[in-house]
């Protein structure tokens, strides 16, 4: 991560809720919140992991950055070469020069390529829409890409369907990269890929960032991937960030009772240091219907009476200069 931290991107107070409609008349009858009530920094140059069970929201709050989908509340401040803008608030051309700088990756490459396109014509589409005018600049320009992805110039010329996984991921990093962009929103980019692939390609991320000087949010349920990846990470439970701090304090220092038993499930290898697991009794509880207080209260064995009616807020629990963001009243209690 770089040395001076410069915020890239500044949330406050974001939520994203999905109406539920029922009925002859499409009534609202209720609300998904997917995302609630989350305030969050990314600086220039890190990467931020985002993790927790499926629905926790991840994937949500990172489209909703890149104002694919659009938020119901909140502020999502982009710093544009020190110029600061609500990214809720731009109009459709601002919104769409927003889109050069921030880019994302899919679990699913295909979801980004046609099938009936060439490598090329899927890429030079974000070309032609940024200004890349002739068609041998654009070759030239996908022919680098290529190669930096460390792919030959002429796959260029071959449909999806000839590539394996990760070769595909490789090309939708690539297409991410055709217009430059300074933010890239990871969602699951690694998921679908055996686990000697995911280490060839999560080398390639770091590679690109270090030398593009790219940010990453980087979403993913797989903590052991994240681990390796990102210098800070956000747990997310129900819509909500429940622990948030560096990588190596986060596993060095687990606070929150929901990040314990995430981390008592990654497999390890040394038969001395085994962790005992926590497993989590039932599912994580609907976000339309989400438990009063700590959402996490039905699952925490350490919830009390308070945590069944007040909800904790995200308060600093670090030490030695060090950020470490909880939202637990037993924590809260401890460091008070
Ligand atoms: Fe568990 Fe209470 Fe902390 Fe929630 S606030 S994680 S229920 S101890």
Redesign the pocket.
């Known amino acids: 991560m770089s040395e001076t931290k410069t915020k890239l991107v500044e949330i406050k107070g974001a939520k994203t809720y999905f109406p539920i409609k029922k009925g002859v008349f499409r009534k609202t009858v209720g609300y998904v919140k997917a995302v609630d009530d989350i305030t969050l920094d990314i600086y220039k140059g890190e990467t931020l992991g985002l993790v927790g069970e499926s629905g926790c929201g991840k994937t949500t709050l990172g489209k909703s950055i890149l104002q694919l989908i659009r938020a119901t509340d909140g502020v999502f401040n982009y710093n544009f070469d020190g110029e600061v803008k609500d990214l809720r608030e731009l109009s459709r051309t601002e919104l769409d020069e927003a889109r050069q700088r921030i880019q994302i990756v899919f679990q699913d490459p295909h979801s980004s390529l046609n099938p009936s396109f060439t490598i090329f014509g899927s890429l030079e589409d974000p070309l032609k829409k940024f200004g890349v005018k002739t068609r041998a600049e654009r070759r030239e320009i996908i022919g680098n890409l290529l190669e930096s992805v460390n792919m030959p110039k002429h796959y260029m010329d071959r449909y999806p369907h000839e590539f394996s996984g990760g070769q595909r991921q490789r090309i939708g990093i690539a297409r991410a990269l055709s217009v430059n962009p300074e933010l890239i929103i990871c969602d699951e980019p690694v998921s679908a890929l055996d686990v000697s692939i995911q280490a060839q390609v999560l080398n390639l991320m770091m590679d690109l960032q270090k030398e593009r000087g790219l940010t990453y949010v980087f979403i993913t349920h797989d903590l052991s991937v994240v681990e390796y990846i990102s210098d800070r990470i956000a747990v997310m439970y129900l819509g909500r960030i429940?622990e948030l701090t560096d990588t190596e304090e986060l596993f060095k220092n687990t606070l929150?009772?929901?990040t314990q038993a995430l981390l008592s499930a990654i497999p390890v290898a040394d038969l001395d240091h085994k962790k005992e697991r926590i497993v989590l009794e039932g599912d994580v509880p609907s976000p339309v219907f989400p438990p009063p207080?700590?959402t996490?209260?039905p699952r925490?064995i350490?919830?009390?009476e308070?945590?069944k009616t007040d909800a904790?807020k995200l308060i600093n629990c670090g030490s030695d200069g060090m950020d470490h963001f909880v939202?637990?009243?037993?924590?809260e209690e401890k460091f008070k």
Do not use: E, L, R, S
Not at 327 to 331: N, T
């Open positions: 429940v929150h009772p929901y207080g700590c996490f209260h925490c350490h919830a009390t308070k945590c904790p939202a637990c009243h037993m924590v």
